[in-house]
């Protein structure tokens, strides 16, 4: 019989993927002999078991629940449903990665009618009974029934009103026992029955929803931002209840032992008297730092720092503790790896390399490689800070600078971020169905929270600049418009917020681009002695060069050419060659372009040093080239000496019913052979030039594009060849060059071996090999690609992320392939996909020589290929 339930002490750390990190990380601290309430993990499996057998719970299971239930009523010597000492628990989702604020709790599980009314005599406190009660209502009827706990907050709102309370904490065991009822009613008017009233069927129906919750939509939206796989599932932690909501002499609290946005040394974090957790991480009311807890409990934070340092020395990682104190006894109820921001994660990982607690593969190893966008993002011009007006500070939940219009909702803030607009995102508070938004968002300010509320927590995982609990705001979501500091602000107003100081700015002040080095510049160094991936970018202008070295490139891999030509001085010339009808003509025009094109190669290959650079020729569609204002064709047209309306049928002859799979990339240099002339003059001389005058070693490496034959390369390569070898007899010159091709048909992939007798390198173009494989444009894509992840028919974008099941085997295919024809032929991917970490790793595995992505990805890939080549020892 398989084992689907496992006690506290029956688990350990290592085994996370069956228990659930939380899960797993409790078995341990149990085993640690720590304060833990106890309680069972129902495991992954079990969830899988669940959605495999038409989301219901068999009866396994819940037999084995059940009997794990007896143990912990034996273990507490309370029963489970009874009427005068309950036995309350708390249930918990816990998937193997962390994922905080994305799935479902509940809390106080096991009170009735009945039981509430024994709990309050048993622990003589009627106020404290009745406030559990009333948050298991909400709770339940929330995560368990899907009933939106707006409909309770309003009536709990009204209620504190009513009664002149300020807080939760005010009202009376009267007051909460009327606000029970008025849930109960909420309850039955939405389910048309009673609240049920049966602790196992309660037990048994939250089980259900955390399995459910692993699928709610938040959860894919950070499953897929976060490449966790869909079939992990997530565990269900039932654990004893400890209460922070029984008086003055109790609390809960969450903490990190260093400073999450920055990685100081030290405790770090926040706790509430009389409270439980939610009420700290939902920010509904502003709790206090940890610090002072040493001044209310000396004793209860005297032991939690000596179980703070423990744990932290037992995990050697940074550690994000959830702690409740009841009555004065100090209950630790989870344990993690605290999520961090990049320059946290940095500072702590260098730290840890310096205390000894770890080494450099393993400090390497650490550092989320994605997380290193958030280094290179923006800060706020200096001299425009001075100028700004601060109109409000508040928490500085997350570190970065962020100026944006402002909008109330996150489907707004969705909207206007696809639009192209920058955005704030302003609520009284963010929940986990907000993540949308938050991921569209530049910044987020919110009214409640503090430094560990859901709106803090998430922002840092994702590197958006976050202020949070501005209580001074006076916020109208319904009338779009916020108040603070004397200002008015509507909807579409620009506001700018600095995540590291917690200012809040009027208007929209500039940034610069971020600064990197110390530390960083460390952890680059030990990526680079461990990768043997090399790292090259995506370049086409000498700034770009320039930034891409100054961020560790090791060379430009894709030079798209034709992004040379949209200049306003050069694109008429390129118009003029598309249009003229003859040769001649056409020659004429492209001798205009070689000294530009020429002068940006010698740009680049100056700002290289040596580096290599791989330059694409021509590819896009003629069409996208040709004017189509009447006032760009009046002008071509007297350039050209030809009326408006000729310039115009031209253009109206170079339409394409599908230009992606139309006159482009090769079929260019096949059909105007000049063009490949042309280019091929521009980049020898500026080679042999930049050569002669620095000393640099470079070899040209020329890429023809969009080839699916090899008969169709030979023939672009002759051309090449020749004018290339011309070029060399001229100038005098001896230097070397290479001619490849991007594989970017499935063609040539399947033809790889034949390709690879006339191509020296093969670069992979996996944006186009990707709609050419899936039979989908990138462009229009995502009108239908979030209808699939509800279907769960894909779980990410194939275009952020390699399909390594498809695309990825034909990558893999003509690697092979091409290397069997040419055992030294030289293999890179240049298409987005070099600069996401997974798809490092599957070039790492496949023996590719390079990847090339943006210069602002480039450290990514470095890290990532560093993380690639120590996992795959």
């Known amino acids: 019989m398989a084992k689907w339930v496992y006690l506290f002490k029956e688990g350990n750390a290592d085994m996370r993927n069956l228990l659930g990190g939380k899960g797993a990380n409790l078995a341990e601290m149990t085993n640690l002999g720590l304060p833990i309430p106890q309680g069972f993990t129902v495991t992954t499996e079990a969830c899988t078991e669940y959605y495999n057998s038409g989301k219901k719970i068999t009866d396994e299971i819940q037999n084995q629940i059940f009997e794990s239930l007896a143990w912990l009523e034996e273990h507490q010597g309370k029963k489970f449903g009874d009427t005068e000492d309950p036995l309350l628990v708390s249930v918990r989702s816990g998937a193997r990665a962390s994922m905080p604020g994305m799935m479902d709790t509940i809390l106080n599980l096991g009170l009735n009618d009945v039981a509430v009314e024994g709990f309050a005599k048993k622990t003589g406190n009627a106020r404290f009974a009745y406030d559990s009660y009333r948050r298991f209502i909400q709770m339940f009827s929330d995560v368990v029934m899907e009933i939106p706990k707006s409909h309770f907050e309003r009536i709990l709102d009204q209620e504190k009103e009513k009664k002149g309370a300020k807080f939760d904490t005010d009202l009376t065991a009267d007051d909460l026992k009327e606000i029970i009822n008025l849930f109960k009613n909420i309850y039955k008017d939405a389910m048309g029955e009673e609240f049920p009233q049966d602790p196992k069927v309660q037990l048994m129906e939250a089980v259900k929803a955390v399995f459910r919750s692993w699928d709610n939509p938040r959860a894919i939206v950070y499953r897929r931002m976060n490449d966790i796989p869909g079939d992990w599932g997530t565990a269900v932690n039932v654990q004893c209840m400890v209460f922070g909501n029984m008086g003055n002499t109790s609390g809960t609290g969450v903490a990190f032992t260093r400073n999450p946005s920055t990685g100081a040394k030290g405790i770090y974090g926040e706790y509430l008297i009389n409270a439980q957790g939610e009420d700290v991480v939902a920010g509904v009311r502003t709790p206090q730092p940890i610090t002072k807890l040493e001044q209310d409990m000396p004793e209860c934070y005297e032991q939690f720092m000596a179980i703070a340092n423990k744990l932290e020395d037992h995990y050697r990682d940074m550690q994000d503790m959830e702690f409740t104190i009841q009555e004065g006894k100090l209950y630790f109820l989870q344990t993690r790896n605290g999520k961090r ?11 840890l390399v310096d205390e000894g607690k770890i080494t450099p593969e393993e400090a390497v190893i650490r550092i989320e490689a994605k997380s290193l966008d958030q280094l290179l993002h923006p800060t706020f011009d200096k001299d425009a800070l001075k100028a700004g007006k601060v109109i409000g500070s508040a928490l500085p939940a997350s570190p970065g600078a962020a100026a944006g219009k402002v909008y109330f909702t996150a489907d707004e803030a969705k909207a206007a971020h696809e639009k192209g607009e920058r955005v704030i995102l302003v609520r009284l508070e963010t929940s986990p169905e907000d993540i949308e938004g938050m991921h569209a968002a530049e910044g987020i300010l919110t009214v409640r929270g503090g430094m560990t509320s859901h709106a803090a927590v998430v922002a840092r995982g994702m590197g958006t600049a976050c202020v949070s609990g501005c209580g001074e705001i006076t916020i109208n979501e319904e009338a779009k418009v916020f108040e603070l500091g004397g200002e008015t602000i509507h909807e579409g107003d620009y506001i700018s917020l600095d995540g ?24 680059m160094e030990w990526a680079d002695q461990f990768r043997t991936l090399r790292v090259r970018t995506n370049a086409d202008t000498p700034a770009d060069t320039l930034n891409a070295v100054k961020l560790g490139a090791e060379g430009i891999g894709l030079c798209r050419t034709e992004h040379m030509f949209f200049d306003p001085e050069r694109i008429p010339k390129i118009r003029k060659m598309i249009l003229s009808d003859s040769v001649e003509a056409r020659e004429e025009a492209l001798n205009e372009l070689i000294p530009f094109q020429k002068g940006d190669f010698k740009a680049m290959y100056e700002a290289l040093e040596g580096r290599p650079m791989t330059v694409r020729y021509l590819d896009p569609p003629l069409h996208e080239f040709v004017p189509t204002s009447a006032e760009d064709i009046a002008a071509l047209a007297a350039d050209m000496g030809l009326t408006p309306e000729q310039v115009k049928a031209k253009c109206d ?23 490949a002339k042309m280019q091929t003059r521009a980049v020898m001389e500026a080679a042999i030039e930049v050569k002669a005058e620095k000393g640099y070693d470079i070899v040209p490496e020329i890429m023809i594009p969009l080839v699916g034959e090899k008969k169709e390369l030979k023939f672009v390569k002759d051309i ?3 004018t290339a070898e011309a070029v060399k007899k001229e100038k005098g010159s001896d230097i070397e060059y290479h001619i490849g091709t991007m594989i970017e048909i499935p063609r040539a992939a399947l033809l790889a071996d034949e390709i690879a007798e006339e191509a020296e390198f093969f670069s992979f173009g996996t944006n186009d090999l990707t709609q050419m494989t899936f039979g989908f444009s990138r462009d229009d894509a995502g ?9 769960k028919i894909y779980e990410s974008d194939p275009f952020a992320r390699l399909d390594q099941s498809g695309v990825g085997k034909l990558v893999k295919m003509a690697a092979e392939k091409g290397r069997a024809t040419r055992p030294d032929l030289k293999l890179g991917i240049c298409g987005e996909h070099g600069g996401d970490p997974s798809s490092v790793e599957f070039c790492h595995k496949i023996g590719l020589n390079y990847v090339s992505c943006s210069p602002f990805r480039v450290p990514i890939a470095r890290l990532a290929a560093a993380q690639a080549a120590l996992n795959n020892k």
Do not use: W
């Open 341 to 351: 921001t990049a320059p946290a994660a940095i500072q702590i990982a260098c730290d």
């Open 500 to 523: 590291s100081t917690g200012n809040i700015y009027l208007g929209d002040i500039k940034t610069v681009e971020a600064s990197v080095g110390g530390n960083f510049a460390r952890i």
């Open 653 to 675: 002859e170079l339409h394409e019913f599908n230009p992606m799979m139309g006159h482009r990339g090769c079929r260019l240099a096949v059909t105007y052979p000049e063009i």
């Open 720 to 722: 090449v060849v020749e």
């Open 783 to 791: 009108k239908f690609l979030d209808a699939y992840y509800k279907a």
